[in-house]
């Protein structure tokens, strides 16, 4: 069964270092999103990409961040001076329309020291 | 405004109970789309249900099942004869087609964390 796919599983960063997550989407879906989950929290939106560009942003993702999807296959996001409250589980999805569910990769817990 | 609320933030059951995990949301949008997603202890989102606004049909899937109503903006999931495995958090949220936000982006409720003991 096809499943989006992301790695590192768990990475520790120290602060102000930069820092990319990456995931590798369903093959077929054109939809891809970030989220993130602070610990015992909800799952917040942070962005959307469609047609290779944001489609929308949430005002989490301010101008420390940015994402990227740089061949066929690969999706990232790049944080780029890491801060304390940046630790988080950052999942990555993709679904196949904007209407249709997404699907979720396993995650990639982010630890800021 | 866009919302999910789940009330419950903790259920306990003992296996074999049913339990019923409540989601109310809020929208402006005349379509949208609804969904449940599980988070076992793993910490994956495992997707399990999703509706449109103009389907309230109830569904059942094994020992799941969702009972959409609009008339009061709810979107409830029960668990029939629970089982230790089905501890899990389990998440609402809302997608919009329309207006300000039509990406596909999803709304989460907080999570209601459900125990089954045996």
């Known amino acids: 069964e096809p499943e989006v796919t992301q790695t590192p599983s768990h990475q520790v960063t120290q602060m102000g270092q930069e820092v990319i997550l990456r995931c590798v989407p369903i093959s077929n879906h054109l939809y891809f999103y970030w989220y993130r989950q602070i610990l015992g929290q909800k799952v917040e939106f942070l962005v959307s990409f469609y047609n290779n560009e944001i489609s929308e942003k949430s005002e989490i993702f301010d101008d420390q961040f940015s994402v990227e999807r740089p061949d066929g296959s690969n999706f990232t996001l790049k944080i780029r001076s890491t801060k304390l409250e940046d630790s988080a589980m950052y999942f990555c999805?993709?679904?196949?329309?904007?209407?249709?569910?997404?699907?979720f990769g396993q995650g990639t817990r982010l630890t800021v020291v | 405004a866009q919302k999910v609320t789940q009330a419950q933030t903790e259920i306990s059951v003992v296996e074999k109970e049913d339990v019923t995990l409540d989601c109310v949301y809020e929208t402006r949008d005349t379509t949208y789309y609804l969904f449940w997603y599980k988070q076992p202890p793993s910490g994956e989102l495992v997707f399990l249900i999703r509706r449109n606004s103009f389907d309230e049909q109830n569904e059942i899937s094994g020992r799941y099942s969702w009972n959409f109503q609009k008339s009061t903006s709810s979107f409830n999931f029960t668990i029939t004869a629970s089982q230790v495995v089905d501890s899990a958090v389990y998440f609402c949220a809302l997608s919009e087609e329309t207006g300000s936000s039509n990406t596909g982006k999803l709304i989460f409720g907080q999570g209601t964390t459900l125990q089954v003991k045996p």
């Open positions: 999805a993709s679904s196949d329309s904007r209407r249709t569910e997404a699907f």
